[in-house]
């Protein structure tokens, strides 16, 4: 087939690089345009761009594609027999969508209809999934309503955090878009409507969703600990200032008596406790306090008195 493909971040690497090393042609990678990032803010290639520049692959990054004319004209050029989509970050306006006769074919980090939306990796695991998947589908005009083409299916084990997710759903994923692909061409896989009843959402993270609710049971905080890596992460705050939680554990046993109030700190020699719901507890590991490095709890505990009863909010 000849393909236009559609990506930015890592994630959409492995399925660009399994095309490349298939029968199959890319004419052209459209991604977004370069964004400033890191501490400096750096304007930076994004990792689908960087991939497409070593091969020597047509790019192009248009500001917008909803009107973009010129867009049109040199996707009509080309002709593709389908776009494959993969965390491109646009909406595909209708005229890219009619474009292709195999139409726009995208990777999405679920199983449909579970989890439609921007972030499906980070909040299956926020919400203590123990499988999640890939499914291939052909987009339109909803959002990742589109039919089913295939699927494959994932465990999440109990201490993988997103980004460990994220890694191995684009493996299998980019094995999962050939065989799409495959199927098609050769008219054997037959796409199937969504249930859209049994649909939920996994909508774009904000910064909030990584405070800490020490209401929640130590298992809740934890997965939403391991969900919102590496952002938002996991903060709360100490004397009114931020305390980031780089890392963090669920102890086998609670270890703390008597019935304080959630986030009340409970140390114990080296050791740090917080209280959460249920009677249970979260250890943590690693934290940060505003302005301050990164650092084990020993090394924080070493120069910092907590007053008894203190707890973070």
Known sequence: MRLVFCGTPAFAVPVLEALLGSSHTVELVISQPDRPSGRKLEVQPGAVKQVAQSKGLAITQPEKIRTNQALQRQLEAIAPDAIVVVAYGRLIPPWML????HGNLNLHASLLPKYRGAAPIQWAIANGEKETGVTTMR???????????MQERWPILPDQTAPQIAADLAKIGAKLMLETLHGLEAGTLQPRPQPH???????????????????????????????FQPWPGAFCYLRGKKL?????????????SG?????????????????SGNGTSIRILELQMEGKRR???STFLNGFAFLPGERLE
Request: avoid cysteine; proline fraction near 9%; glycine fraction near 8%.
């Open 98 to 101: 009619e474009l292709p006769p």
């Open 295 to 297: 650092m084990p709890v």
């Open 244 to 256: 980031t939680v780089h890392a963090m554990q669920v102890p086998q046993t609670s270890s703390h």
């Open 259 to 275: 019935d304080p109030l959630p986030g009340t700190i409970l140390r114990e020699g080296d050791h740090l406790f917080v209280t």
């Open 197 to 227: 009843e049994l649909a939920s959402l996994a909508p774009i993270l904000q910064r909030e969703d990584g405070r800490i609710d020490f209401t929640q049971t130590a298992d809740r905080i934890y997965d939403r600990w391991r969900g």
């Open 139 to 149: 987009i339109d005009a909803g959002l990742d309503t589109g039919d089913i083409l």
